[in-house]
């Protein structure tokens, strides 16, 4: 069964970075679209960026030109990193393929306040 472990976020004033990580337990990236998705308090989770096999990105509306998704295929990472963040960015983020198809990990917390 394959594990999908978050890390990277905290709490960040508005304007500031983070840098989200996903790691997986075993080597699933190489063959699969890898997406970041996000779940705010109350709302559904959202598909905010993916990436396909050969570094093509797609990001929605909400983050583009604010955030950058990459791959790391020889370490089974991908990585999110969020710049100018804002307030509605805080949520709890989650990795997965694109049209999930592994059990969510924990994800991880980006609390976006001054």
């Known amino acids: 069964q394959v594990q999908l472990v978050e890390s990277g976020g905290g709490l960040v004033q508005p304007g500031g970075s983070l840098r989200l990580s996903c790691a997986a337990s075993?080597?699933?990236?190489?063959?699969?679209?890898m997406g970041w998705y996000r779940q705010a308090p109350g709302k559904e989770r959202e598909l905010v960026a993916f990436i396909t096999t050969g570094a093509i990105t797609n990001y929605a509306m909400s983050v583009k030109g604010r955030f950058t998704i990459s791959r790391d295929d020889a370490k089974n990472t991908v990585y999110l990193q969020m710049n100018s963040l804002k307030p509605e960015d805080t949520a709890v983020y989650f990795c997965?393929?694109?049209?999930?198809?592994?059990?969510w990990g924990q994800g991880t917390q980006v609390t976006v306040s001054s």
């Open positions: 075993r080597s699933i990236f190489s063959i699969n679209i």
């Open positions: 997965n393929t694109y049209a999930p198809q592994y059990p």
